[in-house]
């Protein structure tokens, strides 16, 4: 972008792109290094999706979890048991 007040460009395209890439960055940063449980959610807003927490856990970030696989779940395990054991 062209300063006429300097006569020459002082905001590149590498500018622009660096400065969205770092808000971009702080963004992902800021929702998965913050706590967030403090805002309340009504009880539609907690049925319509998996919470953070959750999605923390299935990650492995949450330390106190027990690192359970949803998909091994019992159900899933005994299947798995039977189909061995045939």
């Given at each position: 972008m062209y300063d006429?007040?300097?006569?020459q460009e002082s905001l590149t395209t590498v500018d622009v792109i660096g400065v969205l890439a770092g808000h971009f960055l702080f963004g992902v940063a800021a929702t998965l290094l913050v706590d967030w449980s403090w805002i309340p959610l009504s009880p539609q807003q907690r049925e319509s999706s998996r919470s953070l927490k959750e999605i923390k856990r299935s990650w492995g970030w949450d330390e106190k979890s027990d690192?359970?696989?949803d998909s091994l779940s019992s159900a899933n395990i005994k299947s798995l048991v039977e189909d061995n054991n045939e």
């Open positions: 006429p007040s300097i006569g690192n359970k696989d």
